[in-house]
């Protein structure tokens, strides 16, 4: 239960309660041990009982407290239960990271209505649900932050992600539209958009896959730990509409704002190579024959293992972002910037009058 009431001195000196969902592995695991290392308490949402308790152990020996709760995101009723379990327990919720998701690797025609349904359940009405929730504690007390984890492909679709790129842009307008509600009625509540790149998580392990080749993300990869670090940084900097981690993302975005259409046909030529790490795995499961990965069932329940935070590409996968380091200290950098260019006319202008091209003509 509740540890005691807080006094509102005490109230900032307390750790942050952050929950994330999708916690038990990927982005969510790195995120949570992220915030924990920053001595948060930190509330564990997914539906993996393995993941979810390994996922504990790591917040712990990062730092932090933790607290398990065991819940699938579609689950709107569930989902708000949930909270009040970790208001109970830990307090006030300061930080909300909407990470939960799951999807398909198959072309569009090949994914089943229940399938598509299934996905967009989880990763964007998952997304509302844990948005609904995480305000119902916030508003009355004016403040906290809802970080919602979305990616380049919540502007840019790419073949055989219909589903997850359908959800992705789905969050992407209903978080524009709230962040617009909540400055109208001048809230403390603030909330913020976390744009990825593909990323070296064992989510290409137990998606449903219905290609020929075992699922890959497309190259750049990035280690989990960089998403963690944005994700980390826009909770205490929410002001900012969104985040955009990788140069892939930035490169992507900006093509798809300037040219969509070439875009379109770069990716239909290359998009389908570029998602499949080679011919040899087995059909459904990510390799996995007779199974749907995790999209009915969590791959890390009764019967599964903890998959960790990290995928089958730390050979390629790099840990460090310098966009995102420009991203995260653009004011630093914008001053930088400015007076280096005032650096550089000072320079010119000694330069000019040194040479006689500004000397003043006699009268």
């Known amino acids: 239960m509740r540890k005691g009431p807080l006094s509102k001195g005490a109230s900032s000196k307390r750790p942050r309660t952050v929950v994330v969902t999708g916690a038990s592995g990927g982005v969510g695991r790195a995120t949570a041990v992220a915030f924990a290392a920053r001595g948060a308490r930190v509330a564990l949402l997914a539906r993996g009982r393995e993941g979810l308790a390994a996922a504990a152990d790591d917040v712990r020996r990062a730092g932090g407290e933790a607290f398990v709760v065991s819940v699938d995101m579609a689950d709107a009723k569930a989902v708000e239960n949930a909270a009040q379990q970790v208001d109970d327990t830990f307090g006030p919720i300061d930080v909300w990271v909407n990470n939960a998701f799951s999807g398909v690797f198959a072309p569009f025609p090949e994914i089943t209505p229940d399938e598509f349904r299934r996905v967009t359940e989880v990763t964007y009405l998952g997304c509302v649900y844990g948005t609904r929730a995480a305000l119902r504690h916030m508003l009355p007390r004016d403040r906290g932050t809802i970080v919602q984890v979305g990616s380049a492909l919540a502007y840019r679709g790419i073949p055989l992600q219909s589903a997850y790129c359908g959800a992705k842009h789905a969050i992407q307008g209903f978080n524009e539209s709230l962040r617009c509600e909540l400055l109208h009625e001048g809230s403390g509540v603030r909330t913020t958009m976390v744009q990825l790149p593909g990323l070296n998580t064992p989510q290409f392990d137990w998606v449903l896959n219905r290609m020929p080749g075992r699922p890959r993300p497309v190259p750049p990869v990035y280690q989990p730990e960089v998403a963690a670090r944005a994700i980390v940084h826009a909770a205490s ?127």
């Open 237 to 363: 900097h929410a002001r900012r509409r969104e985040y955009w981690v990788g140069g892939s993302t930035v490169a992507t975005l900006l093509a798809n704002a300037v040219a969509p259409g070439v875009l379109d046909r770069y990716l239909a030529r290359t998009g389908f190579a570029a998602q499949q790490a080679d011919r040899q795995g087995e059909r459904d499961g990510g390799g996995q024959p007779g199974r749907s990965g995790n999209l009915w069932a969590p791959a890390d329940g009764p019967h599964g293992r903890d998959f960790g935070a990290h995928g089958r590409f730390d050979d390629e996968a790099v840990s460090h972002s310098p966009q995102d380091w420009v991203s995260r200290n653009r004011s630093r950098v914008g001053a930088g910037a400015l007076a280096a260019a005032g650096l550089g006319a000072l320079v010119t202008a000694g330069l000019r009058r040194g040479l006689g091209h500004d000397r003043p003509t006699a009268p």
